[in-house]
């Protein structure tokens, strides 16, 4: 019998049919099993009141955990457990473990009463506040002291903040400090139980609000309908499948006068029209829609919304056309960033750029059947494309339309492109293209024409996937260009490096290359490919990753020749799978001009730790003003902050990513 129900089976059981001799005889037994439990709460009482004055304050809750397991209906368990808890200054557990007691002890327990005061006594230390923040300045409060134990990040709307609890100076200098309060509802225990929410108690200084899985539009009115979101600014609804929309659109529209920022991923089959969202929410600035029927606004009324700033209609059931494109043009004036998908073809993209002038940022994604266009204004006033994007996400000739048009119109403007993209058969005119003004270039499929289109380049990435399929790609060396990317790990493998070998060395000679950047990922993309950078005199900035795999001498003399041929090297990137050695280490000792060395070791089954020797190395390069180390390959930060000390003059920086100087 376990102790979890032993103090039931020590109860006078009740008895359905009984003669007076057995009544007796089940009575007489029943309280010979009671007299070796009392003898047993009595000495574990006695034992936790020992512990708890002993200070062995897990062994007493222990005890009196048994305790309540023994009579659960006995005021004693609870009491020796809220003892404890009230010694450690647990209020709330005190509170906890009383009002669990009061729940099932008999209000004629002689104990009862203690009980019960100890709870009263609990809560009211528990209101008990030490208000010295009204005795600091407002501005070291709000801008130093609240964000040392907060963020503006979003708060469990069924777990109390205690930060917005201590007073109600504090609750204000919080809001003030955020600009208001963010909640995410639909992490809690009890979900149904609204009126757990501490959103509702704070209604009136939430801004953002966030809902998970959000299934019936009920819930939402039950949130905003019933409660003052004066402020509320921001509202995401996620996975809505609901039917009921009249009721959510009424919703929507109580919050609209602040409501600004709209997210709502709909479920398959939902009929919520996007124009009944515009219609209800008049002073949104953003309107972010997945998944619904249609972009189709042209039941909106014909007149503008000129606060509407950025529009995304993403993963619509049906195909987004050029007179849906039309229609939000001429609702939408002021849109600053447009997102549609699925579209047909490429004409809506040439609408968008025609119809509003100031967008400068064109990304196209060509993903199966069907284009994502996501068109933008950044930076400064341009009339024109300043920077063009397309790729695809799968091939197949069945995707690809013609370029050039488009390209043709915006040519003189661009001055960043990502080309990802197979041309269409028969589109001639895009090889005679020219770009005056096309400053960066990424080439991640095909595109080995344009290189030679582009007079001002000044930095290039070339993919291994364009080199397989276009060798050409190397035979142009852009005169101006001043920074090179060559990933090898995005693509197949290249069973001839010569060309890649020619390409580099016919850069030494270079007078603008100052920046190289080269990923390997196979073993056998190095070789030739290596050594072919010690030629690259001029560098000044290099950024390489090795295979995990690479032998240590194999590095070793790698940067051996490095150092005798890059002299004017300042900048050092490299990952590796290895802490470099002490061979690697005394080779960068003698880069006199190295300045800024990053690193990140990491093997293939994961990050590994740096050997301690290695801080001991970066202490004797003197010449370095500045050095970045991937986080996970310090065990402890005991050696870092040797190291600051030894070394003072050393910016050291500990980051959780390998980011470039």
């Not at 130093?144 to 708060?155: E, K, P, V, Y």
């Not at 225990?189 to 899985?213: C, G, H, M």
């Not at 995401?236 to 929507?252: D, K, P, Q």
């Not at 280490?585 to 300045?595: G, I, K, P, T």
Request: net charge neutral; proline share 5%.
């Amino acid at each position: 019998m376990s102790h979890a129900n032993l103090g039931d089976f020590c109860q006078q059981p009740t008895l359905k049919a009984s003669t007076e001799k057995s009544a007796q005889l089940v009575y007489n037994s029943t309280n010979q099993l009671h007299e070796p439990v009392q003898s047993i709460l009595s000495a574990l009482n006695l034992r936790a009141m020992g512990l708890r004055q002993s200070a062995n304050f897990d062994a007493a809750l222990r005890d009196a955990d048994v305790m309540q397991r023994l009579s659960t209906f006995s005021a004693l368990g609870y009491i020796r457990a809220a003892e404890v808890y009230s010694e450690q200054g647990k209020q709330s557990h005190v509170i906890d473990v009383c009002s669990k007691g009061l729940d099932v002890v008999d209000t004629k327990d002689p104990h009862y009463p203690t009980l019960l005061q100890m709870k009263m006594d609990a809560e009211q230390r528990q209101s008990i506040r030490i208000d010295f923040i009204s005795k600091l300045p407002i501005d070291l409060v709000t801008t130093t002291l609240i964000r040392m134990f907060m963020d503006d990040g979003s708060l469990d709307a069924w777990t109390p903040c205690p930060y917005l609890y201590v007073s109600n100076l504090w609750r204000d200098r919080v809001i003030q400090c955020f600009g208001g309060l963010r909640f995410r509802v639909g992490s809690g225990e009890d979900e149904s139980d609204t009126n757990l929410l501490q959103v509702n108690k704070f209604a009136r200084y939430t801004k953002e609000i966030e809902i998970p899985w959000y299934s019936e539009a009920p819930s939402l009115a039950d949130l905003v309908l019933d409660h003052d979101f004066c402020m509320l600014q921001k509202l995401e609804l996620i996975g809505f499948v609901g039917y009921n929309i009249r009721r959510l659109v009424t919703s929507l529209h109580s919050i609209s006068s602040t409501l600004t920022h709209l997210k709502i991923y709909m479920g398959s089959g939902t009929m919520l029209d996007i124009s009944e969202v515009v219609l209800a929410c008049p002073n949104l600035v953003s309107l972010w829609v997945f998944e619904p029927m249609h972009a189709n606004l042209s039941s909106l009324p014909k007149k503008t919304w000129p606060k509407l700033k950025r529009l995304s209609i993403r993963e619509a059931e049906e195909d987004v056309t050029p007179k849906m494109v039309a229609a939000i043009s001429q609702r939408f004036p002021s849109l600053n960033q447009l997102d549609l998908h699925p579209c047909r073809d490429l004409e809506s993209a040439r609408i968008i750029t025609k119809r509003y002038r100031h967008m400068n940022t064109v990304k196209l994604t060509v993903d199966g059947w069907d284009t994502e266009v996501d068109c933008s204004h950044e930076g400064n006033e341009c009339e024109g494309i300043t920077d063009f994007s397309i790729v695809e996400q799968y091939d197949g000739e069945e995707t690809r339309q013609r370029m050039s048009p488009m390209l043709k119109q915006h040519h003189t403007t661009i001055d960043s492109m990502t080309w990802g993209i197979e041309p269409v058969n028969g589109d001639k005119a895009l090889y005679n293209i020219q770009y005056p003004r096309l400053k960066k270039l990424s080439l991640n499929k095909s595109g080995w024409w344009i290189p030679r289109k582009a007079p001002v380049l000044q930095e290039l990435k070339i993919t291994s996937t364009t080199i397989s399929a276009s060798p050409s790609v190397l035979d142009t060396i852009p005169p101006n260009l001043k920074k090179l990317e060559i990933d090898l790990a995005r693509g197949p493998d290249i069973d001839d490096k010569m060309p890649i070998v020619h390409y580099l060395h016919q850069f030494s000679q270079h007078a603008h290359l100052k920046e190289l950047a080269i990923f390997f990922y196979r073993l056998n993309d190095t070789g030739c490919v290596m050594d072919a950078i010690p030629s690259l005199g001029r560098l000044q900035r290099l950024m390489i990753k090795f295979p995990t795999e690479i032998h240590p001498i194999e590095m070793e003399g790698f940067f051996d020749t490095l150092a005798n041929g890059c002299r004017r090297l300042s900048c050092l990137e490299m990952q590796c799978g290895h802490t470099p050695t002490t061979p690697v280490m005394d080779a960068l000792s003698r880069l006199e001009h190295l300045q800024y060395f990053a690193i990140s070791v990491k093997n293939g089954e994961g990050t590994t730790f740096v050997d301690p020797s290695f801080l001991e190395a970066i202490k004797k390069l003197s010449q370095l003003k500045s050095v970045r180390i991937k986080r996970t390959m310090v065990a402890n930060m005991d050696g870092i902050r040797r190291l600051k000390e030894q070394r003072p003059d050393l910016n050291i920086i500990v980051d959780d990513r390998f980011t470039s100087f």
